[in-house]
């Protein structure tokens, strides 16, 4: 029922910048207790992780993106942020956002955004 709608994509010249956002359509129960992330996937390639930003704890990067990327969460807007610098032609992806939260032995909660693609090319 709830709906991740994702905005920021698009075209950008190597060593440019962009951010990306990830919406909740409606409030979350209990949103601060969900970790999340980044994936990105090219045609043909299995989505990878790119950032994730968990309830309580660090950060995590992928060695590719360490140093430029930056991910940040804003709980009273249910919104996780993606903020992308120096791209270069091989960050070129489609981006997507994913909220998780996993109560041990009761339930998983998962929720994944439509999508966002982002080309760095000159």
């Known amino acids: 029922q709830v709906q991740l709608v994702e905005s920021g994509g698009g075209l950008v010249q190597p060593g440019g910048s962009l951010r990306l956002s990830c919406e909740a359509s409606?409030?979350?129960?209990?949103?601060?207790?969900?970790?999340m992330g980044w994936y990105r996937q090219v045609p043909g390639k299995q989505r990878e992780l790119v950032a994730v930003?968990?309830?309580?704890?660090?950060?995590e990067y992928a060695d590719s993106v360490k140093g430029r990327f930056t991910i940040s969460r804003d709980n009273a807007k249910n919104t996780v942020y993606l903020q992308m610098s120096s791209l270069k032609p091989e960050d070129t992806a489609v981006y997507y956002c994913?909220?998780?939260?996993?109560?041990?032995?009761?339930?998983?909660?998962?929720?994944w955004g439509q999508g966002t693609q982002v080309t760095v090319s000159s």
């Open positions: 994913n909220f998780r939260r996993t109560v041990v032995g009761v339930k998983e909660y998962v929720f």
């Open positions: 930003i968990p309830s309580s704890g660090s950060t």
């Open positions: 409606e409030s979350i129960f209990i949103f601060s207790l969900y970790t």
